[in-house]
Nanobody, 116 residues
Framework: QVQLVESGGGLVQAGGSLRLSCVASGNTFSVTSMGWYRQTPGKQRELVAT???????NYADSVKGRFTISRGNAKNIVYLQMNSLKPEDTAVYYC??????????WGQGTQVTVSS
């Protein structure tokens, strides 16, 4: 089992920045990648960014050049630095972890609201 706890969401004006954090606990040795997804009402959850155990990253086209995913010195922490935020970035952001056993875990989500 892997537990994920997100923090850092909030209300920000367009053009502003926020940093989300996700702390993983439990069987973190089995995690091969972590990432961030987001969801708005009535829409499917969508990929924002992922980072693998080797440090390789992947971003949705809509956030490239504005968002950066990274890991802390403790490999069980993942950050999402969000700059130049737009109203369309408003969503609930979920932390995700994928394990060697091909199991996906999710955090409880954190709300990000960008006002115009």
């Amino acid at each position: 089992q892997v537990q994920l706890v997100e923090s850092g969401g909030g209300l920000v004006q367009a053009g502003g920045s926020l940093r989300l954090s996700c702390v993983a606990s439990g069987n973190t040795f089995s995690v091969t990648s972590m990432g961030w997804y987001r969801q708005t009402p009535g829409k499917q959850r969508e990929l924002v960014a992922t980072i693998s155990s080797d440090g390789s990253t992947n971003y949705a086209d809509s956030v490239k050049g504005r968002f950066t995913i990274s890991r802390g010195n403790a490999k069980n922490i993942v950050y999402l630095q969000m700059n130049s935020l737009k109203p369309e970035d408003t969503a609930v952001y979920y932390c995700n972890a994928y394990t060697l056993a091909r199991v996906t875990y999710w955090g409880q989500g954190t709300q990000v609201t960008v006002s115009s």
